[in-house]
């Protein structure tokens, strides 16, 4: 199976899916989406039997865009790429950088696919994609998206190397969203391939990429640190910022403070019903006193 490669002769971790198993994955997400409409369909005739042609005509169209155009587009930006039929085939649909896709991607890719899936079925969608090197077909063209391989084995996986630890959260502030997604495939390619290039292309290509990074970000890359790390670091806090956008994980509850101690070093009295007497107080005494008391000869107990 073919990989996707950059001009660099990189080879990305995710691999293109191919047109049977992609082919598949929409046939059974055509299946589920097309009981849903049916159902859908039944119980609104019924419901709007008394209605004139032209509102059941209306309710007809509505339904057919929510369900079989907006039912789509929802999963997959509700699942991060991964409806139905893709999770059954072992696919996911995500950016050209390889991220998680957004409302955008997938309602670009839900509004090209009606033209190229369901009024041609499926006809131009099979032909661009056997056009495409990456099996793309047009929604995922003009998405910017592209459906991998999500079941990769584990010894083909890609590992980002971390940046050193010093520079953890030094680019928080740093302003990202003008860089492409383009150049983050880049960035991410050399990242995981650094150890199998030659030292000098390497140490070529960091200076390049981070040139690139830093001029798109408006902020000078820092002259005290090494390209390679420079973009370890830039990486690891976008995906930090993804993670955050992704999961947003509630605030922390603080544990309910004792209540303090009465005057006198007297915890409150506690009573037991209305009519009973209250329970004995116990006088919390300091080691300095029960000091005190052992050095007067007097009798003290433990501490």
Do not use: N
């Not at 922390?252 to 009973?276: C, K, Q, R």
């Amino acid at each position: 199976m073919s990989e996707l490669v950059t001009g660099e002769a990189v080879a990305l971790e995710l691999r293109p899916a191919k047109l049977p198993s992609r082919a598949l994955a929409v046939l059974l997400d055509l299946v589920v989406v097309g009981l849903v409409y049916t159902v859908v369909s039944i119980v609104l005739v019924i419901s709007t039997a008394s209605l004139d042609d032209a509102a059941r005509a209306a309710v007809s169209i509505a339904t057919f865009i929510l369900v079989l155009v907006g039912g789509p587009i929802a999963v997959e930006t509700l699942s991060h790429g991964r409806s139905l039929g893709k999770m059954a085939c072992g696919l996911r649909v995500v950016r050209d950088d390889g991220g998680p896709i957004r409302f955008r991607h997938a309602l670009v890719r839900g509004a090209v696919g009606v033209v190229e899936i369901l009024i041609t079925v499926g006809v131009v969608a099979c032909i661009a994609s056997l056009v495409s090197a990456r099996g793309r077909r047009l929604g995922d063209v003009v998405a910017g998206t592209l459906v991998v391989r999500e079941r990769v084995p584990v010894s083909r996986a890609a590992f980002v190397p971390p940046p050193p630890p010093w520079l953890s959260g030094r680019f928080s502030e740093l302003d990202l969203s003008g860089v492409p997604d383009g150049l983050w495939l880049a960035v991410r390619q050399y990242l995981t391939r650094v150890g199998q290039l030659d030292p000098r292309v390497g140490s070529a290509l960091a200076e390049q990429l981070a040139a690139d990074v830093a001029a798109r970000t408006g902020t000078p890359a820092p002259r005290d640190v090494p390209p390679a790390a420079y973009l370890a670091a830039v990486v690891e806090e976008r995906q930090v910022r993804e993670a955050r956008r992704t999961f947003r994980a509630p605030a922390p509850l603080s544990p309910a403070a004792p209540p303090p101690p009465a005057p006198g070093g007297h915890w409150p009295v506690v009573a037991e019903g209305s009519g009973s007497l209250p329970l004995p107080v116990v006088e919390v005494a300091s080691q300095e006193q029960a000091g005190e008391r052992r050095s007067s000869g007097g009798f003290a107990p433990p501490a």
